[in-house]
């Protein structure tokens, strides 16, 4: 080397007060001088340079925002809560391809049998299965980090509900609109969802996340296919008779739901998956 970073500007860089062009000459040189970058370690504060690293390793390990997480935080939702539904295992882009399918299929089954109740009976149950997956321990690999956020785990619960629900009916929405010569008949799917859906989460407090909407989903397979015996036409459960009962399902089972609203900060019997009772 000809010549090296002057004492005083050695000191200037280190206290960030090093103007161009000499900030940087100075850049370039202390690149390739190991003596000046000796002197230079040695003009800077150590406890400044170690709090830097340490930003430094804070910001390269921090988890970067996905697009979803960004769209949320630019349209309102606060920091944690849209980090939280970004996390929803059902609003991931494998889930969401899945459900796209099935409907897709479904909706070209229908098309070859000219007969709705294919995808009448499936409709209602993609949103609870939705739900189901969205919250729970063995469900959802976030369980732990949405029981210690400071959030109620009701209030969670119902975020993450409606996000699920509004995608999963949109979804079921846009296949409707693939069926139009079945008119009204083809959006009789609505009720009995959102009744499946209220029902599944009001059991879940006292059946478990896994065992609640299992069970309901057993239950309308098993009601359709009685109904199926003995009816001609239309199913039961899609007459106007049908559709009211659903509703009335629906508006009870959400009323039972925000009774038991508190359950759902208990910790899962036995503790956490993996871990101990305590």
């Known amino acids: 080397m000809t010549w090296h ?31 000046c970058r000796s ?24 988890p970067r925002p996905g697009l979803f997480e960004r769209l949320l935080v630019r349209l309102g939702v606060a920091d944690h809560t849209a980090r939280l539904l970004s996390a929803t ?15 897709v299929i479904t909706v070209l089954a229908v098309h070859t049998v ?16 939705g739900v189901a997956l969205s919250y729970g321990p063995g469900l959802d690999p976030t369980f732990e980090m949405a029981v210690v956020a400071p959030m109620h785990g009701f209030r969670l619960l119902m975020i993450r509900t409606v996000a699920v629900l509004t995608t999963g009916l949109a979804f079921n929405g ?29 059991l879940t407090p006292r059946l478990g996340p896994v065992l609640a909407p299992a069970l309901v ?24 008779y049908g559709q009211s009962a659903a509703a009335a399902v629906a508006v009870l089972a959400g009323l039972l739901l925000h009774q038991s609203r508190d359950r759902f ?13 305590e």
């Open 217 to 240: 989903a057993g239950s309308w397979v098993t009601l359709l296919v009685v109904a199926e015996q003995y009816s001609r036409e239309t199913l039961a459960p899609f007459t106007v």
């Open 174 to 202: 846009l296949a409707t609109l693939a069926l139009p010569g079945y008119g009204l008949l083809a959006l009789t799917w609505l009720l009995p969802a959102l009744a499946l859906t209220a029902t599944g989460l009001a």
């Open 114 to 129: 000219d007969r709705p109740a294919l995808f009448l009976a499936l409709a209602p149950l993609l949103p609870l299965a």
């Open 265 to 277: 900060d208990a910790r899962p019997l036995g503790g956490f998956p993996g871990g101990g009772a």
């Open 39 to 62: 002197r230079l370690r040695a003009a800077v504060d150590p406890v400044a340079l170690d709090a830097g690293w340490e930003r430094l390793d804070a910001e390269l390990d921090a």
């Open 5 to 35: 970073v002057a004492e005083d500007d050695i000191r200037a860089y280190a206290t960030g007060e090093l103007a161009p062009p000499l900030l940087w000459s100075a850049d370039t040189h202390l690149a390739g001088c190991g003596e």
């Open 89 to 103: 295992p059902v609003l991931r882009r494998s889930w969401l391809l899945a459900v796209m399918s099935l409907l």
